[in-house]
């Protein structure tokens, strides 16, 4: 069964293609199976968003897809970056750009008000048409400083237990991430289904 990813991101082909080969689905990339569509991502939620690009690209191609959404919630930002994780700040930031600001909008912020999630949702849709949608979080603690060179995006500024997520291997990050989380529970209802 044909499944299309809805992401040209190499490192997120690899993980699906790992953990739903093996369940059956022949995973490509949106650029592998040829769809060319322009995806207005303007949902307030990672739910919607993930949706509008799963339901985008299944209305053309009518074959299994996956979408995903994802960012990170900052309690002492009220919430922010949250959906707009990939834009948060002026468009010309780039990962570090985007950090930075983080940092400084919560300068002053004392450790116990530091709490943050990861969260992921994916949107299933498969061939017939029916739909599931699943939400991973990971839970840590926003550090005061960028430390390691792993990962990216947030990470080294994202604290999971003793170290940042870019200190932490890619393989252990893999294993507790809000998108493993996620698609753990894709998989049980899949393996249900
Ligand atoms: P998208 O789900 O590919 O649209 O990514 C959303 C944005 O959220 C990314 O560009 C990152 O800024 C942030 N983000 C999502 N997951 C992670 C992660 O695992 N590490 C660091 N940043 C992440």
Do not use: W
């Not at 029916?130 to 995006?153: A, D, L, M, Q, W």
């Amino acid at each position: 069964m044909k499944l299309i990813i809805a992401s040209n991101n190499k490192g997120k082909i690899r993980e699906y293609k790992q953990l739903l080969e093996p369940l059956g689905y022949e995973v490509v990339s949106q650029r592998e199976s040829g769809i060319d569509v322009d995806i207005d991502e303007n949902g307030e939620t990672f739910e919607e968003n993930a949706a509008i690009k799963a339901r985008a690209i299944y209305g053309v191609s009518k074959t299994a897809t996956l979408a995903d959404d994802s960012g990170i919630v900052i309690d002492a930002l009220g919430g922010q970056p949250g959906v707009h994780s990939a834009r948060y700040g002026t468009p010309d930031l780039d990962d570090e750009g985007r950090t930075s600001l983080v940092l400084k909008n919560m300068q002053g912020v004392p450790d116990e008000k530091r709490t943050a999630r990861y969260v992921a949702v994916i949107h299933f849709i498969d061939k017939s048409g029916k739909e599931i949608s699943v939400r991973g979080e990971c839970e840590g603690i926003i550090g005061h400083s960028p430390v390691g060179k792993n990962g990216f995006g947030y990470d080294p500024i994202f604290i999971y237990g003793d170290k940042t997520f870019a200190q932490h291997t890619e393989e252990f990050k893999n294993s507790v991430s809000h998108r493993a989380n996620a698609l753990k529970q894709l998989i049980e209802k899949l393996k249900q289904s």
